[in-house]
């Protein structure tokens, strides 16, 4: 059974921060290439933070580079985001992701990722 769950999603103020939690089943996530994606009403859905533990590759979206923090434990099998100094259009829905290691190669091919995966539930997030 392969799965990913991801939490800590809410509402928080400009300024604010959130951590977000992607609790891998069936997938070890030191050895994939694995990430967060956010999805909004008004755009295609894209990559925010995207690595490889196991090649050594870390990708992040320029918007968010300096304010989220990718993390992962190896004895929880999970993937973290800390999220910081949050602004309105961090909003959106975010979900973690496993998708191909060949996509972990560069970062126009993590991040713009639009392909099949394993793909978790999804966790809010709106910046007021």
């Known amino acids: 059974h392969v799965q990913l769950v991801e939490s800590g999603g809410g509402s928080v103020q400009a300024g604010g921060s959130l951590r977000l939690s992607c609790v891998a089943e069936?997938?070890?996530?030191?050895?994939?290439?694995i990430g967060w994606f956010r999805q909004t009403p008004n755009k295609e859905r894209a990559g925010v933070a995207v690595?490889?533990?196991?090649?050594?590759?870390?990708y992040y979206a320029d918007t968010v580079k300096g304010r989220f923090i990718k993390s992962l434990s190896y004895a929880k099998n999970s993937v973290y985001l800390q999220m910081n100094n949050l602004q309105p259009e961090d909003s959106g829905m975010y979900y973690c992701?496993?998708?191909?290691?060949?996509?972990?190669?560069?970062?126009?091919?993590?991040?713009?990722?639009?392909?099949?995966?394993?793909w978790g539930q999804g966790t809010q997030v709106t910046v007021s």
């Open positions: 992701a496993s998708i191909p290691k060949l996509k972990c190669v560069t970062h126009i091919s993590a991040l713009g990722f639009k392909g099949s995966g394993i």
């Open positions: 069936g997938i070890i996530v030191s050895n994939a290439c």
């Open positions: 690595f490889y533990p196991g090649g050594g590759s870390t």
